[in-house]
């Protein structure tokens, strides 16, 4: 059972766009984390947001946590080709986290 | 300070033959974590180690697959008389003992069972 659906699946964009990434689920989570993804590489931890309502920002990104805490979204200001990869939402249940598919992006100069 | 390692980096083998897959957790770090990524799809939870606490193997997929890890140190994984569809890159991941339950990936294991 797929807990959380990340849409779009997959997304190509050129330098500079704006783009919006969402992590829905009908659970509910003591806390979200997002993750990017490199090709050969591990997932990094971008951030975790607990409080429904939350909003963070880290630079370009700003992420946020719905009031039920049901579901997230990732927005980037002015995308960079260093953004590329593979953006991971996990919903934090105890100690498992629930990872969804991911949303594959794509930043061409 | 050194982040979660593993080894090897990539593994081929023939189908029906055993592996054995080692991740080194960051020091200080109770908790670890083993998931399967297969192409295009997200990670699959496996085996979680705490401590001295029984481990959730709840993830497993089959018999084949089993893990071992000794207090808080490094962590195997052996998966035995390998199929093709095992293929896939293995991740591990550490967390210390408190926080938000933020995990740390290793740079993950690629298994093809040729």
């Known amino acids: 059972t797929q807990l959380l659906e990340q849409s779009p699946q997959f997304l190509s964009i050129q330098e500079g766009e704006n783009l919006t990434v969402y992590c829905n689920s009908s659970?509910?989570?003591?806390?979200l984390q997002w993750y990017r993804q490199e090709p050969g590489e591990g997932p990094v931890l971008l951030v975790t947001?607990?409080?429904?309502?939350e909003v963070k920002k880290l630079k370009r990104l700003t992420f946020q946590f719905g009031d039920a805490r049901k579901d997230s979204s990732l927005h980037i200001t002015a995308a960079q080709p260093g953004d590329t990869g593979l953006y991971l939402c996990?919903?934090?249940?105890?100690?498992?986290?629930?990872f969804g598919k991911g949303t594959s992006l794509l930043v061409t100069p | 300070g050194a982040g979660v390692s593993q080894s090897p980096s990539n593994k081929v083998t023939e189908k029906g033959k055993d592996v054995e897959l080692r991740c080194d957790p960051i020091?200080?770090?109770?908790?670890l974590y083993w998931y399967r990524q297969r192409l295009g799809q997200g990670l699959e939870f496996l085996i979680y180690f705490q401590g001295n606490s029984a481990p959730d193997k709840s993830g497993l997929p089959s018999d084949r697959f089993s893990a071992e890890r000794t207090g808080e140190s490094v962590s195997t994984l052996t998966i035995q008389r390998t199929q093709q569809e095992d293929s896939a890159v293995y991740l591990c991941a550490s967390r210390p003992h408190t926080g938000n339950y933020e995990q740390y990936f290793g740079p993950g294991t690629r298994l093809t069972v040729t």
């Open positions: 996990a919903g934090g249940s105890g100690y498992a986290l629930n």
């Open positions: 947001v607990v409080t429904g309502g």
């Open positions: 020091s200080g770090h109770t908790a």
């Open positions: 659970s509910v989570f003591s806390s």
